[in-house]
Each structure stands twice: as structure tokens, then as C-alpha cells.
């Protein structure tokens, strides 16, 4: 079974750069599993960030960005701000019609 | 204003049905590919289902597989999904979602979602 895997937490002071990680239990991520990034509050619907591993959706600011590194798809957030205190989280796209996401990161902004 | 809205979910026992509607407005439905996705409480999101644009196409989790039916109505504009001999482990939020105009392998609009909690 693929397991997604992602830190469980990370912590950012404000201002700051955190890159947050998304591989796979056996084997690397390349652009070929089309990763993406959604961000979400508590209580709220998740909202995309990321698509085709580095494409921002309409309305995204420029500080977020995807990339590929070391084997896994990446997350980083530049210029760290309270309001990106969220869960994030990757999907990848197996083939065959499957998703697989990713168990999520909490990003603590502090 | 694109929007997609859950509804259906509620309370039932170990083993019943539930079926969970998705009503998507202010784009052309039936040109999309449509995913259910589901949250535990507490717990991470987690791919359940996917149905092609035409309905002709669909494909599952593994956990779901045999119990859960996605389906859709173009003329209706509505995604649904049937979920039958629901288990404990089914209790959860369940999101419609877009499949992307850009990349169709991301999920670009999703619902508020709607609770389903399954127990006696």
C-alpha cells in the first residue's frame, strides 16, 4: 500500500521561509504523480494552493511555490504570515483513476 | 460564481445507507470530472471517488469499493454518492470537488462538505 507522507508539523517565525515536504513510503516523487497543495483552516473547506507541481491557482499570492526536491514535491512559503497558520496538504495522482493524499502538515506560524 | 453544495449526510447506524448529493453551479457541469473526498474528525483528507464528465467512468478507494456508488445527472447538475453497509470508520466530512480546468489531475473547486456520522 502507497503511503503519502508528509512532516506532522512545522513551525515558522513570521517573515520567515518553511518548506514543507510531500514523498512517498517507497520511491520519489517526480512530476509524473502531478502533485498539488491544498491549504486548510479548522472548519473550513480546503482551498487549492498548488496544481501540476508548480502551478499557483488564480488568486494564490507568488510567495507560495511548488518544485520538486530531493525525490519529494515541496511546498515553500516565503514571507511567513499569521493567516498561513493552516493544515496543508498533497495529493498525488497514482494513475489508474487513484489519488492519494498525504496526511498533512500543521504549519505553525510563531 | 462557481460553487458546489453537499448535502445529504446525517446520522445512521452501523451497516445502513446514506446517499449525499452535490449540487455545482456557475459552470458548465457536465465538461468536469467530479471527486468525493472525506475527513475524519480530526483526521486528514483522503481521496474516495471519481466520476467522468459523461458518467461513463468511475473509480474508487480501496476502503470504499463494493459499498460506495458514485453517480452523476448532467441534466440536473448534480453528483451523488451511495453509500451502503456503512462502517464506523466511514464517520466523516465528505467534500465534492472539481476536478481542474488546467490540470484535471488536481482538484480546483470544493464544497463546504456535509457530516456523516455513522453510529448506533
Known amino acids: 500500500q502507497t503511503v503519502v507522507t508528509q512532516e506532522p508539523s512545522f513551525s515558522v517565525s513570521p517573515g520567515g521561509t518553511v518548506t514543507l515536504t510531500c514523498g512517498l513510503s517507497?520511491?520519489?516523487?517526480?512530476?509524473?504523480?502531478?502533485p498539488s497543495w491544498y491549504q486548510q483552516t479548522p472548519g473550513q473547506a480546503p482551498r487549492t494552493l498548488i496544481y501540476?507541481?508548480?502551478t499557483r491557482s488564480s488568486g494564490v499570492p507568488d510567495r507560495f511555490s511548488g518544485s520538486i526536491l530531493e525525490n519529494k514535491a515541496a511546498l515553500t512559503i516565503a514571507g511567513a504570515q499569521a493567516d498561513d497558520e493552516s493544515d496543508y496538504y498533497c495529493?498525488?495522482?497514482?494513475?489508474?483513476?487513484?489519488?492519494?493524499f498525504g496526511g498533512g502538515t500543521k504549519l505553525t506560524v510563531l | 460564481e462557481v460553487q458546489l453544495v453537499e448535502s445529504g449526510g446525517g446520522l445512521v447506524q452501523p451497516g445502513g445507507s446514506l446517499r449525499l448529493s452535490c449540487a455545482a453551479s456557475?459552470?458548465?457541469?457536465?465538461?468536469?470530472?467530479m471527486h468525493w473526498v472525506r475527513q475524519g474528525p480530526g483526521k486528514g483528507l483522503v481521496w474516495v471517488s471519481r466520476?467522468?464528465?459523461?458518467?461513463?467512468?468511475?473509480n474508487y478507494a480501496d476502503s470504499v469499493k463494493g459499498r460506495f456508488t458514485i453517480s452523476r445527472d448532467n441534466a440536473k447538475n448534480t453528483v451523488f454518492l451511495q453509500m451502503n453497509s456503512l462502517r464506523g470508520e466511514d464517520t466523516a466530512v465528505y467534500y465534492c470537488?472539481?476536478?481542474?480546468?488546467?490540470?484535471?489531475?488536481?482538484?480546483?473547486?470544493w464544497g463546504q462538505g456535509t457530516v456523516v456520522t455513522v453510529s448506533s
Open positions: 466520476i467522468k464528465s459523461d458518467g461513463s467512468t468511475t
Open positions: 456557475g459552470f458548465t457541469f457536465s465538461s468536469f470530472w
Open positions: 517507497s520511491g520519489s516523487v517526480s512530476t509524473s504523480y502531478y
Open positions: 501540476s507541481t508548480n
Open positions: 470537488a472539481r476536478a481542474g480546468v488546467a490540470d484535471s489531475t488536481a482538484f480546483d473547486i
Open positions: 495529493v498525488l495522482y497514482m494513475g489508474s483513476g487513484i489519488w492519494v
